[in-house]
């Protein structure tokens, strides 16, 4: 019912006799911010109830939802004080509405109850998950080494016209990323020494410094990590967007491997390209050591070149090179894990992205302490 000039809601309620309360409803229940509570009457009817509640709605103008809360506020009142509630007095599409919403009644254990479940149920639960996470790398890996053991025969499906555009996306097109981060790192790490080698007088071996960490555990390290950022999320997002658009069953139809196929080229790219891109890093790193020791150490750049060529020797340099190829493998597999295992909406994809970049990160520094173990105890 629409009026030129609305009028403001009002809810009252009057006694006819001892056995019947009838609430009065007027004026337009539109405006949410004024609308009348039902307080007063569930205050009248806890204090003296009576044997049946109705209602008086010749003045009520226009309604909407809000107006069908507080009727059935006052219906499950009247249910649990066992009192007559009668709705023919009310508008007709108001009363259908009422009947409508009452027709199935809710089942007493139909709600969800929310359990807060134990600490050992907790610690039960992450077990099971890293169980089955550790076991499906574990196939995935396998898979994997099948699939190699496969191309050195000749009989793994696969292109090397794929496994060539992946090695120039997370090649040469990585460069730039990789030159700028390790030229920083070197920046830092010649620093780093600067300061503390210069109080006991020792600055010249700032190149030492750089050279070591940068060839063993910087270049390498750091590579990985911004391969996992940049080609492992790339990797997850590829498969996982195939797997959404059911490409990767597609492949299985028609009989194609999908590791064989997709993750195959990804890796291999991964292995040759690392090795390459770790030596690269470890020049950009020490040209970054190089400019500090020069400008601020009074290092003649002869004298600088002379100690980090004397400082690296060639067990370091490979073993630089091995981790770095390790990461890469790393990278490879976890991007291409995670993208198979995506779910099959546009939210899984990013998800699948950001548990491939937490995971390679995770195993990178995980398997260097492991490397920094094994070296210190074989003394190398």
């Not at 056995?19 to 003296?48: M, Q, T």
């Not at 190089?290 to 002869?302: A, C, E, Q």
């Amino acid at each position: 019912m629409n009026h030129l000039e609305k009028s403001p809601p009002r809810l009252g309620f009057r006694r006819e006799g001892s056995e019947v309360l009838v609430v009065e409803i007027a004026g337009d229940w539109l405006e949410r911010s004024a609308l009348p509570e039902v307080a007063p009457v569930e205050k009248e009817l806890a204090g003296n109830a009576p044997r049946a509640v109705e209602f008086e709605a010749a003045g009520l103008g226009g309604w909407d939802s809000a107006l069908l809360v507080r009727i059935l506020a006052l219906h499950e009142l009247c249910d649990k004080a066992n009192i007559e509630f009668r709705a023919a007095t009310l508008p007709a599409g108001l009363a259908k509405l009422i009947a409508l919403s009452q027709a199935v009644p809710e089942k007493k254990d139909a709600a969800r109850r929310v359990e807060t479940p134990s600490f050992l149920e907790r610690v039960g639960e992450s077990g099971l998950e890293a169980w089955t996470g550790g076991k499906a790398m574990l196939g995935f890996m396998g898979e994997n080494v099948l699939a190699l053991l496969k191309m050195a025969r000749g009989k793994a499906q696969f292109r090397w016209t794929d496994m060539l555009q992946v090695m120039q996306e997370c090649g040469p097109r990585a460069l730039g990323i990789v030159a700028l981060i390790n030229f920083l790192i070197g920046l830092i790490l010649a620093f780093v020494g600067a300061t503390e080698l210069t109080k006991f007088g020792a600055a010249i071996y700032t190149a030492d410094l750089v050279a070591v960490a940068a060839v063993r555990e910087m270049g390498c390290i750091m590579t990985g990590i911004i391969l996992c950022g940049r080609t492992g999320a790339a990797f997850a997002a590829q498969l996982g967007t195939m797997k959404v658009n059911q490409e990767i069953e597609a492949f299985q139809t028609f009989g194609i491997s999908p590791v064989e196929f997709l993750v195959l080229p990804r890796m291999l790219a991964l292995i040759l390209m690392m090795p390459l891109l770790c030596i690269f890093a470890d020049l950009i790193a020490i040209a970054g050591g190089f400019l500090v020791s020069t400008l601020m150490l009074d290092i003649s750049p002869v004298l600088y070149l002379d100690r980090t060529v004397a400082s690296i020797n060639l067990s370091g340099f490979l073993l630089g090179i091995f981790k770095g190829s390790f990461f890469g493998v790393i990278v490879a597999l976890t991007g291409c894990l995670r993208g198979m295992q995506c779910g099959t909406n546009a939210a899984a994809v990013g998800l699948a992205t950001t548990s491939a970049v937490v995971t390679g990160i995770t195993w990178i520094i995980a398997s260097d302490g492991i490397f920094a173990v094994i070296c210190s105890a074989l003394h190398i």
